[in-house]
Nanobody
Framework: QVQLVESGGGLVQPGGSLRLSCAAS????????MGWYRQAPGKQRELVAV???????NYADSVKGRFTISRDNAKNTVYLQMNSLKPEDTAVYYC?????????WGQGTQVTVSS
């Protein structure tokens, strides 16, 4: 059974940093494209960052230069380092694995950026 478990969310002041983790079981994160998405209240879920099996990365324009997605194959974990956080980054952040026949999602972790 494939399972993704996010952690690392919380409350942070504007300009602060957080690192989200996505621990995977049942799959090898280095084989599949892995991504982070977010959903703010009243808005659609949107792509934040993705890392391919080859290690290439892509980011939403709104987070370029501030967020970094990475992968630790030994720990089977994907990370999202978030710096210079803004109030508009407030959302539930979800980890995603793009398997061959379906997508798998984690349960989400809340990130709140507020003073």
């Amino acid at each position: 059974q494939v399972q993704l478990v996010e952690s690392g969310g919380g409350l942070v002041q504007p300009g602060g940093s957080l690192r989200l983790s996505c621990a995977a079981s049942g799959i090898i994160v280095g084989i599949y494209p892995m991504g982070w998405y977010r959903q703010a209240p009243g808005k659609q879920r949107e792509l934040v960052a993705v890392i391919s099996s080859g290690g290439s990365t892509n980011y939403a324009d709104s987070v370029k230069g501030r967020f970094t997605i990475s992968r630790d194959n030994a720990k089977n974990t994907v990370y999202l380092q978030m710096n210079s956080l803004k109030p508009e980054d407030t959302a539930v952040y979800y980890c995603n694995a793009q398997l061959v026949l379906r997508d798998v999602w984690g349960q989400g972790t809340q990130v709140t950026v507020s003073s």
